[in-house]
């Protein structure tokens, strides 16, 4: 899905005057005149034939922004739920309000549903061919898709993820209007601490993913196979037979989501287990397999009989390479060994942000203070996501940008720790998942790790002493045929040749204007020795024109110094 330039022409008169009627509803209209948006906003209102109000000033921004995207609907809905973990892109107080949203959608008619069904799989003798039979009760709604139970033809109990039809168009207009804002307002407000233009970018590439089911399917399989052998991780199963870009078929797991999960059934030993399965399938997939569900709360987790867990909706997952694992363990291995410049480095490592900014002794201070608190702390007691959250908040008041990936790793790893203390208040997080943090930095700091990259530097070494000789060769056959050149391209030269300009030009000056000065003395003296009537006169002028040279000349460089 591309987003269009925030000057491009919005079309869809009608849609962008319901946004800025809602804005304007919701006390938005003194930053609309500031924008230059009120002329749209009146337009807005008679078009549709509404009246703005006036929000009260004394709730936050941030709580009416979010009723803002409530009444905008889907897309605008989608849009703060995104950004509800993105704290690197708004301030976290937005972030913890756009927590609260909800998808409150009507459900669509199965006749609707199935005319979708029908356009996806092949029409009525596709849907035949593939399913004995199709519930047209929807087990759930959410804003993009409604799920429904069915029955393939070899009676295989399924769940049918089906994408609300024209939600693409409308998700089309939508981004439209929200690009068509975000650029106006960067265009007015340089200091936000953040970019809305990346803002909406970045949400793009989330609703791209969001709408293309065969993207979740593929996630949800791959996470499926690295959990192959373990019986209390589960992700279901997909049918590829019956999916496309726009239905999703997978296994219906009997199990209850934890959202709706009353605790006072579960007994305490599944509770342990419940928690354990959790903790041990997110940190695995976030610290080992680099690949991960990066939304694991209560809505998108079930529990199972005997206390095993299943994960389900994974459109959204975050991958991270062995390389932004290495600079994880950096990062730890500095908080715990209270280095300083090691955590530093590790930072500039992860966010790519220049040394300059990394030198600022503020920020050094401030991320001093982080290893400070944790200084003295046994690897086993370290709160990994506390750490990792805390820093990287640190650094965004700076600033620095963290990386989405590091972003939507820090929010699995956070989430999963908070649905376990609903669960088992009692279970220790942070002494079960010390393994992990153990061969976090294990992984680079072990001798076998150390060994490892020790091979792949001499290996590098050794393709550079193969590759040396035919790199030499051209060079030494041009100087033995004296036919060496080298180019060198200055730099920085400009200044001083303009100076240098100046200052002849300066030195011209001055000598033509000691001339005129000694030629009208020359001039007077022979006037009073009896020379021409008229060289009193011209000797005078001579001294006119050389007082107005300097004065001229002195203007000039005055001028070009204040320049």
């Not at 008619?109 to 009760?137: C, N, P, R, Y």
């Not at 953040?194 to 590439?205: G, I, Q």
């Not at 996470?223 to 997978?250: C, H, N, R």
């Not at 020795?529 to 000039?556: C, E, K, N, Q, Y």
Request: hydrophobic letters at 45%; aromatic letters at 6%; a neutral charge.
């Amino acid at each position: 899905m591309s987003i269009a330039p925030a000057t491009r022409r919005i079309n869809h008169v009608q849609r962008y005057a319901q946004v800025l009627e809602v804005l304007a509803k919701h006390g938005f209209a003194e930053l609309a005149q500031k924008l230059g948006l009120v002329g749209l906003i009146d337009k807005g209102l008679a078009i549709i034939g509404a009246s703005p109000e006036v929000a009260q000033e004394t709730v936050p921004i941030q709580v009416r922004l979010r009723m803002v995207f409530e009444e905008l609907g889907p897309t605008f809905v989608k849009l703060g739920q995104v950004l509800s973990t993105r704290s690197d892109l708004v301030p976290q107080q937005w972030a913890d309000e756009f927590k609260k949203l909800q998808n409150n959608v009507p459900v669509v008619g199965f006749e609707v549903i199935e005319g979708a069904l029908h356009e996806e799989l092949g029409g009525a003798a596709g849907l035949k061919k593939l399913f004995k039979s199709i519930d047209k009760e929807p087990l759930a709604a959410g804003s993009m898709a409604q799920v429904h139970r069915a029955t393939l033809k070899d009676g295989t109990k399924v769940v049918l993820k089906v994408l609300r039809p024209g939600i693409r168009a409308v998700l089309k207009v939508d981004m439209e209007i929200l690009a068509s804002l975000a650029g106006v307002v960067e265009a007015h407000f340089a200091n936000l601490g953040y970019s809305p233009t990346e803002v909406v970018n970045e949400f793009a590439k989330e609703l791209k993913r969001e709408v293309d089911l065969m993207h979740e399917g593929r996630s949800t399989e791959r996470l499926g196979a690295l959990f192959e052998d373990d019986d209390g991780v589960v992700f279901p199963k997909v049918y590829w037979q019956a999916t496309t870009a726009s239905v999703l078929a997978m296994d219906e797991i009997k199990g209850v989501v934890l959202a709706q999960l009353d605790l006072a059934t579960v007994d305490e030993g599944d509770r342990r287990r419940l928690v354990e399965n959790g903790a041990r399938a997110v940190f695995s997939q976030c610290l080992e397999f680099g690949f991960f569900h990066a939304d694991p709360h209560p809505g998108n987790l079930m529990a199972l009989e005997g206390g095993g867990i299943a994960f389900i909706d994974c459109g959204m997952t975050g991958q991270v390479d062995a390389r932004t694992t290495r600079q994880l363990a950096d990062l730890v291995g500095g908080v715990v060994g209270a280095d300083l410049d090691k955590v530093i480095a590790a930072a500039g490592a992860i966010t790519g942000v220049e040394q300059e900014k990394l030198d600022d002794r503020t920020l050094r201070s401030d991320v001093h203070a982080i290893i400070s608190e944790f200084r003295g702390t046994p690897l086993e007691q370290l709160n990994l996501g506390g750490v990792l959250q805390g820093f990287f908040a640190t650094l965004r008041q700076h600033q620095i940008r963290c990386p989405a990936d590091i972003v939507l790793l820090i929010k699995a790893l956070t989430t999963i720790e908070s649905v376990a203390r609903e669960i088992d208040p009692t279970f220790e997080m942070v002494g079960f998942v010390r393994p992990y943090i153990e061969r976090l930095v294990g992984k680079r700091y072990s001798p076998s790790a150390m060994s490892g990259r020790f091979k792949r530097s001499a290996m590098a070494y050794l393709e550079l002493f193969e590759e040396l000789p035919g790199e030499v060769r051209p060079i030494l056959s041009q100087l033995r045929k004296n036919k060496m050149a080298v180019n060198i391209e200055h730099r920085g030269l400009d200044k001083l040749t303009r100076t240098i300009e100046h200052a002849s030009r300066n030195i011209s000056a001055a000598l033509i204007i000691a001339a005129m000065f000694v030629g009208s003395s020359i001039v007077l003296l022979s006037a009073r020795s009896g020379g021409l009537p008229m060289a009193t006169g011209i000797g005078i002028a001579g001294f006119v024109a050389s007082a107005v040279l300097v004065v001229v000349m002195v203007v000039s460089n005055r001028r070009r110094r204040d320049g």
